[in-house]
């Protein structure tokens, strides 16, 4: 069961938005019409919307470094929960 959220070309901040696929789990890559794998191409990702996927916005750098430091952060009680 895939749970894609579409929000292509949404940027909340100034950027470019960026849609991208970060799993794709190997049961997606099987079709069963033709009892054949599914090559695991560009084109294939994005035709048949395989994978889960998110949209990112990426901003750009005169300096053009790397981030250090992390955007999202949780802590975590001594019995693992929030």
Excluded: W
């Excluded at 696929?21 to 084109?43: A, E, N, R, W």
């Excluded at 919307?49 to 300096?63: D, K, M, P, Q, R």
């Amino acid at each position: 069961m895939r749970k894609n959220v579409e929000l292509t070309g949404v940027c909340f901040f100034p950027g470019h938005a960026m849609r991208l696929t970060y799993l794709i789990s190997p049961y997606d890559l099987l079709d069963p019409k033709k009892k054949q794998v599914v090559p695991l191409t560009v084109d294939e990702i994005n035709t048949r919307n395989l994978g889960y996927s998110v949209t990112v916005c990426i901003e750009g750098s005169a300096a053009h470094k790397l981030q250090v430091v992390p955007i999202v952060s949780t802590q975590r009680g001594p019995n693992g929960v929030k």
